[in-house]
Structure formats: structure tokens, C-alpha cells
């Protein structure tokens, strides 16, 4: 048996020898010795499985509702349904995203408080903070149905509020499509700046750039709100939303050029907190929930749903979607996000 052992060394020795010679095949040959330790894989394997490996669901955009109560004619999330998941249901789904490393969660629709006057968000926002203890929680709303009422239940809760306000001419918003009869949609924008600063909710506003209001110079009105982060978008057009056969809107006229968007980033350059967005940074930047839990893959300008994570799992959902987690960070998708960690005079 001692003889057979030394023969068998000797053996393993001569063949470790040859495999270490025969690169690249060495390692993967000298994996499969007996009693010889494992090494790493080569860097082209290593590099494969970076590739392959799921990202981060750092930053989440769930649109939990398509509904809403305003008709923009650029709209690129249109009320092609009206599921909403059960509370209970977009908790569980919340919590595995936690679990997948989500810190920041964005409520958005369709208009988030058309869904049981704003309890339904409230509830989530309340969870995502208070049970979750996610770093930040936030909200994208046209704002026309906001209530003082909803501030002093949840508005600890909120760390942004985000009021959509494409343009400070009135006619121009009913050109775009946010008329609402007598409301006047910047005048309860400046209400709504108010409240937040009473109830510690950090304020932000999103703007959509488009063929009407692509002229209109802001920077008085942005400056006298004093928001946290001005997001300006280009107007984007997706099949299927805002164009093509079954497109709910037709968007066409209101897209814009590079060179158009860039003059108006340019005339508000000397505005601190503009965050802009070409159609190039959001298309694969973001990472968006539907209201059934699917991820949406916009890489081929329409909207490619992945299976729902309630079904599947976070990892195998998102690999679907598309989402291009170096563009994520190079447009400063994570910045300070979380109301405790902002120097805010409130």
C-alpha cells in the first residue's frame, strides 16, 4: 500500500507539472487533482460571472398605479391598466427587495394619491420607513391631490417629495396637459413647497422639457422655490406608452432635439440644484417597477416586462431589466438622499 501511495505521488507530481505548463489550461487541469488545493478561477472566468451577476437594486422606481387624474400628452407610463397589488402583497414585495439590498424607494404612478386618497402610499411610505428602516423614501406626484391632513400622518415618514411642474405659464400647463379646470397647478405648487417646509419633507421639483415650454426661462421661479433637486428630463418617447399603434398618447409633437435640450440646460446653468437628464442617461439608468412587481426593460425604447419578483425572486427579475448600473452612478443616481443626512434649513 506504502509503494502503491509513493508511485501515486510521484504520479501526481509529473502530471501537476505538466498541467502548470499548458497555460491557459493549467488551472483549470490542476483543479481537478486529488488532494492538490483549489485555486481561483482565470480572470476571463471571473470576469464572466462579474458580467452575469445580478445588480444591485440600490435605487427603486415602483410605479404601483397607472391611474391618474391628469392627461400630459408626453406621458411614458400611461393607464394601460388599473391593477393595483393588495397592500399586504407590495409589502411582502418591498421587503424582498430590502433583503436584495434596496436603500432608496421612489412611489410613483400614474398619480400615487389617487389610490384611496393618498392612504394607500401613505401606508407603504410608513412601512418602507418605520419597518424596512430604508434610508430614503420618496414620492413622485403632479401634487393636485395633497392634503395637509396627509403631511401631519406621514409626512415623517417622507424624506422627497417631488412635484412634477413642466412649465410657470398656466396656459402652457394646459397645453401639456396638466389642466385641471380652476386649480391652478403653480399656485398649489407653492402650497405644497410650504408644507414641506413645515413638516420637515425635503422638496424637489421634476420638469419634462418638450417643444412647449422648451423656450420658457425658469430660473426666478426655481430659485424662489428653493428646491433640493430640479430634475430635468427630455421628453422620451416609448412604444407602446406615448407612441406606436397601441400607444395611449402620441408624443411625437412634443419631442425635442439634443441641441434644443442642451440651450436650455445652458440657460439655466447658474441654477445649483439642476440635475439634468437626456433621453441617453434615463433610458437604461433606472430601475422601474410596474404595478404587478415586474422590472421594465426600456433598452429597445419600448417596455420589456420581466417575470414579477413575487414569482420568481428579486435576482432572477432583475437581471431582466436592462438596467445599466455604471450609467446609474456616472448621471449621480445616489447622492444624499435621506432627510436626516441633509443640512436643510427647513
Known sequence: LSVGRAVLAALRGRLSALCWSLTPLSLSLSLSLPGRPRHSPPRWERQQEWDDAAPTPTSVNYHFTRQCNYKCGFCFHTAKTSFVLPLDEAKRGLSMLKEAGMEKINFSGGEPFLQDRG????????????????????????????????????????????????SFDENVNVLIGRGQGKKNHVENLHKLRQWC???????????????????EDM????????????????????????????????????????????????????????VPESNQKMRDSYLILDEYMRFLNCRNGRKEPSKSILDVGVEAAIKFSGFDEKMFLNRGGKYVWSKADMKLDW
Open 119 to 166: 392612504e394607500f402610499v401613505g401606508k407603504l411610505v410608513q412601512f418602507c420607513k418605520q419597518e424596512l428602516e430604508l434610508p430614503s423614501v420618496s414620492i413622485v406626484s403632479n401634487g393636485s391631490l395633497i392634503r395637509e391632513r396627509w403631511f401631519k400622518k406621514y409626512g415623517e415618514y417622507l424624506d422627497i417629495l417631488a412635484i412634477s411642474c413642466d
Open 197 to 215: 417646509r413645515e413638516y420637515a419633507v425635503a422638496f424637489k421639483i421634476n420638469s419634462v422639457i418638450n417643444r412647449f415650454n422648451v423656450e
Open 219 to 274: 430660473n426666478e421661479q426655481i430659485k424662489a422655490l428653493n428646491p433640493v433637486r430640479w430634475k430635468v428630463f427630455q421628453c422620451l418617447l416609448i412604444e407602446g406608452e406615448n407612441s406606436g399603434a397601441h400607444a395611449l398618447r402620441e408624443a411625437e409633437k412634443f419631442v425635442i432635439s439634443d441641441e434644443d435640450f442642451e440651450k436650455f440646460l445652458d440657460r439655466h446653468k447658474d441654477v445649483s440644484c439642476l
